[in-house]
């Protein structure tokens, strides 16, 4: 299939994907100005890697990617320090989910998903629930959590960008995992528009 | 703190070991005891997916899972959430109802243009230059220098026949190589007093047939016969005895070594310190007979 012309596509690009990428860059940035630039950037850089793309994926992941390399340079220029006040804050949180001894409350212990993953991916009011889920963690544990398991970006680059040491991470990314997994479980899965419907 | 200890596995969970019977229950609390509990399970579990987790703890983390469903609930419900964050990006146009500003719109679409017409003037440029070098051209380039080195090589070749043959055609240097060949008396191939037998060794072991022989050095005694190299060509070496025990030389060589010399009636004769040489030839060889003498004498040889 022969690649459109790159003017063309490049101001197709704003049109289909520009809402996406804004509100994504939104989402991790939380300023306006700060999302509409990010997009700029990713959009530009698209058009200099134009040649490159070779439709292995759709256009939107294609420029998603871009898009979160951008968020993670982001981040890196503004070499923020991480304070551990909120992981104290989610520190006991789910300290009910166990009993003394260390093993799962029986009636506490993780429910069973019935979601088809494939099928939630096709439902926008899940997108809305872990938006939801997202913004409720602390900033920085969100910041962690989103470029960890969101823009993939190793473990150690994460520690190296945030000042941090490994157990922290470690520490912030288990607390944060475990107050999504309980979000969503509440607040999606164990809701009778959720999964288990 | 009850008495019986804690029971990670009760009947009626879907763990593959409930206490059902005593068996279950003494293996359940073994496990219990020797595995990781299910706080630090789960620790380890969301560090699993940032770095590998050993092999005794992935031997262990599955024997736990024998007592405990929810451990491997979590495990199952972590990877599930990382799916879904990885493709969060794609749908995050679904996930909240931020509009993007017109006026970001506009600028997008404006620099986004601008800079795609740049990059399309670029690669248009990129493309006429690349043409120049492409491969019809470059094989067209590659064909001009090899028709000029060809040629070159062609014209030096010509050069250096020309020489050559400038060489070969140059009487002068044969009849000084000849005699200078014939002072040190040269060693003959084929001894024999009978001509006809030089004459068939020349023309079976060298191909040299058809020579003329002038009468009067017929009947000289023949002494014997070689052949030698000269500038590229065979030259054949009859010697006679002379009545005053002196040797005549009559070397013969292929026509085309020296095409302009004139026929046995006009011979050139030339000397050389005590030497004189006549050279002539005929229809297929070039002759050049030397002797120790004048010209006269050499001349009586050659005629009829």
């Given at each position: ?197 | ?165 400038r060489q070969k055609a140059s009487l002068t240097d044969f009849r000084d ?54 500038r ?26 020296f ?46």
């Open positions: 299939m022969n690649k459109p012309d790159l003017q063309t596509a490049a101001e197709h690009w704003v049109d289909d994907h520009g809402e996406c990428l804004y509100r994504f860059a939104l989402m991790r940035v939380r300023n306006q100005d700060v999302a509409e630039d990010l997009v700029q950037d990713t959009f530009l850089a698209a058009v200099r890697g134009y040649e490159k793309f070779g439709g292995r994926s759709s256009e939107r992941s294609w420029l998603c990617g871009i898009l979160k390399n951008k968020i993670v340079d982001h981040f890196r220029k503004l070499g923020r320090e991480t304070s551990f006040t909120d992981v104290e804050f989610l520190s006991d949180e789910f300290s009910e989910k166990f009993v003394s001894v260390g093993f799962w409350n029986h009636d506490k212990g993780p429910h069973e998903w019935k979601a088809e993953a494939d099928q939630v991916m096709h439902r926008s009011e899940f997108w809305q629930t872990m938006r939801d889920c997202l913004a409720k963690l602390p900033q920085k544990v969100r910041d962690v959590f989103t470029m960890r398991e969101m823009d993939d970006v190793p473990s150690k680059e994460i520690c190296a960008l945030l000042s941090i040491t490994d157990s922290n991470l470690w520490v912030m990314l288990h607390r944060a995992r475990m107050a999504l997994r309980e979000c969503l479980e509440m607040n999606w899965f164990d809701q009778p528009a959720g999964g288990n419907a | 703190m009850p008495e019986e200890p804690y029971n990670p596995s009760p009947i009626g969970n879907p763990s593959v070991l409930a206490r059902r019977n005593w068996w279950q229950t003494k293996l359940v609390i073994f496990i219990g005891k020797h595995t990781p509990k299910c706080r630090e399970m789960v620790r380890i579990l969301s560090k699993s997916l940032d770095e590998p987790m050993p092999l005794a703890m992935r031997i262990k983390k599955r024997i736990h899972y024998l007592i405990c469903c929810w451990c491997q609930r979590y495990e199952e419900q972590l990877l599930y959430m990382r799916k879904t964050a990885r493709a969060f990006a794609e749908h995050a146009d679904e996930s909240s109802n931020a509009v993007v500003p017109d006026e970001a719109k506009g600028r997008w679409k404006e620099v986004v243009s601008a800079s795609a017409r740049v990059m399309q003037g670029w690669s248009e440029k990129m493309e006429i230059a690349g043409r120049k070098f492409e491969r019809p051209h470059l094989m067209w380039t590659r064909a001009l220098l090899l028709t000029t080195i060809t040629a070159i090589v062609a014209v030096g070749f010509v050069i250096a026949w020309t020489n050559l043959v190589e000849m005699i200078s060949f014939a002072k040190v008396d040269p060693t003959l191939e084929m001894r024999s007093s009978d001509l006809s037998e030089l004459m068939t060794w020349l023309a079976t072991t060298h191909a040299m047939s058809g020579i003329t022989i002038p009468e009067k050095v017929k009947s000289m005694e023949p002494v014997g016969c070689r052949t030698l190299r000269f590229g060509n065979d030259v054949g070496l009859i010697c006679f005895r002379r009545s005053n025990g002196r040797r005549l030389h009559l070397f013969v060589a292929d026509r085309s070594a095409p302009r010399l004139p026929s046995r009636n006009y011979a050139e004769f030339l000397a050389q310190g005590e030497w004189m040489t006549a050279a002539w030839a005929d229809r297929e060889h070039t002759y050049l007979m030397a002797i120790q003498s004048d010209q006269p004498v050499l001349q009586s040889l050659l005629s009829l």
